[in-house]
């Protein structure tokens, strides 16, 4: 009979009913970002800790409808608070009382929780948040287990009819919001990779992005590099039909299983890691018959650490595998540097690094051939 009472049993019993309750977490993040509050306690900066009430106040009008009915329930706000404040997503200020007893319960944005607040293009990380949890990429996650059972459809398949790219395709609002949550984590990103001195573009003459979505890493390459002369962005049809236009980007409609423009650089970001091997390699071919002698592909891929440590990157990384797994790909995955060096080589591109240091999710490869 186990001992219930021990200690190692009391905090497994506490642990397997946190990771049991787990939804709450992301759930309440969604919540916070669809009622728009980071922008509300933000205020341009001031970011002076609110309370649930005063946050409500501040929120757009039309997030919580004016009438007295349902002007918002701020103990229901402050339960989401607290929970986020224990992810590190806000700072939680408990005021004394006049007595000295704890009082009313104030929040400001911690760093991470700044990732949600507007700028002034328009861009928060909030877009990504909401991308994930649409209805559609919901209704396949009580089938993960699918994956193991028959990985030759993935769970979103399984509960939508069809992969997700060709869902979102016929769905212009997903596909909107999807640009949008790419272009709010890759703008950053892209900031991060220019900035800090990332010297793969230099001399590059015509340029493509593969799936470059609405186009905005080029934009920013563009304006850092003005080597480039040729700029495209290449993506699905529909995404490309719906790109605002850039100086000096050429958009292009195609499928990169068919074929790739060529240019003297490709460039992709979060391509490879929602496809199985034999279709990164196909990606990976079309890229090499695509350049010239000594021309390289620059990928951006998220990489698993080969240790499954408890750290908040990996973590990062493995749930984001996981991710992988139920919507794009049963097989396709994250992978090791390892794994990315031998899909490289077996398409022919004769040498390969890895550079770790641009950011903490995305690693920068690059294949030469
Ligand atoms: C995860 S998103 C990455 C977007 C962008 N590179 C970024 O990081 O912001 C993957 C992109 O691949 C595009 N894509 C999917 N299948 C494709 C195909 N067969 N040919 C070209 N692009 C494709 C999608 O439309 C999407 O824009």
Redesign the pocket.
Known sequence: MEDESSESRKKAKLAIIELANMISVPMSLHAVVRLNVADAVWQGGANAPLSAGEILSRLPPRTISSSAASAGDPENLQRILRLLSSYGVFDEHILATAAGEAGERKYSLTEVGRTLVTDSDGLSYGSYVLQHHQDALMRAWPLVHEAVVDPTTEPFAKANGEPA?SYYGKQPEMNEL?QKA??G??VPFMRSMLDGGYDGFDGVKRLV?????GG??LRMILRKHPNVLEAIN???PE?VDKAASIPGVTHVG????KSIPNADAIF????LT?WTDEEVKAILSNCYNALPEGGKLIACEPMLPKDSDDSHRTRALLEGDIFVMTIYRAKGKHRTEEEFKQLGMAVGFSNFRALHSVDYFHTVLEFQK
């Open positions: 790219y999807m790419m272009s984590v890759s992005d593969v799936g470059g979505s905005d890493c290449f993506d699905l995404v195609g499928d990169m299983f992709m970001k979060w391509i929602t």
